[in-house]
């Protein structure tokens, strides 16, 4: 009897405890509510209730700690972030598909201590100069190649050296030709026959005279023949110009024909420089920009000309465009095959939209800007970009005039925006599959 009284009153407590027992509206979902209604504490709600405290470095948003200290990449101080998942003022649109960057709102004092700064979207002349290292060649147009006009062997050897110097009209070397001599007989048997025959043998001597003329030999050489009536049995071979001698083919001695070449004279008083820009700047490159050089093995010197060539076609193994630059060389202080480097000045943009190169942030498929929309609120933009030049950028599509872009700081805004969109896409349906799918029976 005992025990069944006991029972009793345990089971009456229990009844009497069940009205207290009941959830509440903040902790369960009333029998009237529906299952949409009671998810609408969502996925960012959640998210932004239940998030720690966590330090990221403003230049290195990849680095996130959950207690103070220093980026192990920049040392910069790491930046308290409270609640990096902000929910929107509105709630997404779920089923719109609006590819949008969510704004992302910071405070002032976060700002300060980010050390975020903007600048304005601006017009101007944008003046591209290109950059690029080059070597000093001669100047082939002042070149000069010297060849025997008939076969004979060299007698005497008057230049024994490359790199000797040499001016115009000097003896280079003694020629002995059979060819060149029989021309000199016909043309004391011509002069003989002006003597028995008067002027009607005038034109044969003018024709021997020619000969010997196309065989280079010297005027003064013809005059003495004339004048001693004897055959000189070597003829000299003159410097064509002054210069240096950069090729010497021939010894004493030895026997020379036409097709070979005996000496080649440079003239160092101009010299090229041969420059290589990469193809993406070719367009930017036309003759006569002003271009300038500066020689390492001669610091503090600076040589100023414009271009004087462009090569028509491109290097298949570099993938680069050869530029010719002009530059007098009066003392001869630049030397062939001396490096250079060169600063050609590149086409001028005039009105060009244009950013600090800073606030680019470049991507593997896009680049982009964090725009700075005023009152605290940022919002990425995605750009189409020109040009660069002089830590400028320009801008062909997807900001105006007028405009602020941050260039400091932009880095972890652009972390945040992605990371609030990752959220509103978590929220989002999934979309029906296409009746085009390859999955898709007919």
Known sequence: MSSKILGGALLAVMVALLPACKPSASNAATPSESLEQAQDDSVIEHARKHADPTYVCPMHPTIVRDAPGNCPICGMTLVKQEN?????????????????????????ETQQNMGLRSALVERG??????????????????????????????????????????????????????????????YLLALEGIAVAGRRQQSLVEGS???????????????????????????????????????????????VKPDMELFTISD????????????????????????????????????????DYIYPELNPMTRTLRIRLRFKNPGGLLKPNMFAHAQI????????????????????????????????????????????????VEILEGLKEGD???????????????????????????????????????
Not at 170 to 184: F, G, H, N, R
Not at 354 to 374: F, K, N
Not at 425 to 435: G, I, K, T, Y
Request: glycine share 6%; no cysteine; proline share 8%.
């Open 84 to 108: 990096p998942i902000k929910a929107p003022d509105k709630a997404p649109n779920k089923t719109s598909g609006d590819s949008t960057p969510p704004i992302v709102t910071v405070r002032p």
């Open 125 to 186: 002349t944008l003046a591209k100069t290109l950059e690029s290292v080059g070597y000093v060649t001669y100047d082939e147009d002042r070149m000069a190649h010297v060849h025997p006009r008939a076969a004979g062997w060299v007698e005497r050897l008057q230049v024994r050296a490359e790199g000797d110097e040499v001016t115009r009209g000097q003896v280079l070397m003694d020629l002995y030709s059979p060819e060149i001599v029989t021309a000199q007989e016909e």
């Open 209 to 255: 005279r020619r000969r010997l003329r196309l065989l280079e030999v010297p005027d003064s050489v013809i005059a003495a023949i004339g004048k001693t009536r004897e055959v000189q049995e070597t003829v000299p071979v003159l410097a064509p110009m002054a210069g240096v001698i950069t090729r010497l083919g021939l010894r004493e001695g030895m026997y």
């Open 268 to 307: 160092v008083s101009s010299v090229w420089v041969q420059v290589d820009v990469f193809e993406h700047q070719a367009d930017q490159v036309h003759q006569g920009s002003p271009a300038r050089i500066d020689i390492p093995a001669l610091p503090g010197r600076i040589w100023e000309a414009e271009v």
């Open 345 to 392: 000045q590149g086409r001028e943009t005039p009105n060009a939209l244009m950013i600090p190169r800073e606030a680019l942030i470049m991507t593997g498929s896009q680049d982009r800007v964090i725009q700075d929309l005023g009152d605290g609120h940022f919002q990425p933009k995605v750009v189409v970009v020109g040009n660069q030049a002089q830590g400028r």
């Open 404 to 442: 602020r872009v941050v260039v400091s700081g932009q880095f972890l805004i652009d972390s945040e925006s992605n990371l609030q969109a990752s959220f509103q896409r978590m929220q989002s349906p999934s979309e029906p599959a296409s009746p085009t799918s390859p999955h898709t029976e007919n």
